[in-house]
T-cell receptor, first 112, second 114 residues
Framework: EAQVTQNPRYLITVTGKKLTVTCSQN?????MSWYRQDPGLGLRQIYYSMNVEVTDKGDVPEGYKVSRKEKRNFPLILESPSPNQTSLYFC???????????FGQGTRLTVV | GESVGLHLPTLSVQEGDNSIINCAYS??????FIWYKQESGKGPQFIID?????DKRQGQRVTVLLNKTVKHLSLQIAATQPGDSAVYFCAEINSGGSNYKLTFGKGTLLTVNP
């Protein structure tokens, strides 16, 4: 089954404790991206990647890092999480040149 | 008081009526415009897209209209059903040069009353 898998689905952590949210897709898509969703603000892009070893900042990259060492995986790293990073995070993938993005189920992160 | 920015635009319709959800976009250079549906507790799901050189596209019970003159996109849902209740996002893709960017609007909450 074609899918984007994020882990964990829920996470509560403390300020400053490094964490990684994993994202994996099995559709051989070139394009992967991370979004955060906050009430009334829609989906805002954090980082995106157009292929292996190619990553770029989205609209709200501060406080986040990503890597793309393999085509299928695109982890989101918070080196020192802060409470303003409490949000619902989505990973998405799509073929380059295509219009349909496939989303993961989301990761609800709470930073206390 | 609450910030206006925390409130999603909402649309409430009766089951069986037609729904029209609107979206204004800003980037004239976008190649594709897309509608996504997000049900509670799930990730967004693709509904329909339209290329920038078209003005109308129809799917099953849905029609997307693109008016490039006023930078306006709309989604029409025919015979709306309770299962259509969700947040609907418009999105645009800009693939100019070596870049490829998918940007979302803020969303509209559609509630279908039985």
């Amino acid at each position: 089954e074609a899918q984007v898998t994020q882990n964990p689905r829920y996470l509560i952590t403390v300020t400053g404790k490094k964490l990684t949210v994993t994202c994996s897709q099995n559709m051989n898509h070139e394009y992967m991206s991370w979004y955060r969703q906050d009430p009334g603000l829609g989906l805002r892009q954090i980082y995106y990647s157009m292929n292996v070893e190619v990553t770029d900042k989205g609209d709200v990259p501060e406080g986040y890092k990503v890597s793309r060492k393999e085509k299928r995986n695109f982890p989101l790293i918070l080196e020192s999480p802060s409470p303003n990073q409490t949000s619902l995070y989505f990973c998405a993938s799509s073929p380059l040149g295509g219009s349909e993005a496939f989303f993961g189920q989301g990761t609800r992160l709470t930073v206390v | 008081g609450e910030s206006v920015g925390l409130h999603l635009p909402t649309l409430s319709v009766q089951e069986g009526d037609n729904s029209i959800i609107n979206c204004a976009y800003s980037n004239s250079a976008s190649d594709y415009f897309i509608w996504y549906k997000q049900e509670s507790g799930k990730g967004p799901q693709f509904i329909i897209d339209i290329r920038s050189n078209m003005d109308k596209r129809q799917g099953q019970r849905v029609t997307v209209l693109l008016n490039k003159t006023v930078k306006h996109l709309s989604l029409q849902i025919a015979a709306t059903q309770p299962g259509d209740s969700a947040v609907y996002f418009c999105a645009e893709i800009n693939s100019g040069g070596s870049n490829y960017k998918l940007t979302f609007g803020k969303g509209t909450l559609l509630t279908v009353n039985p």
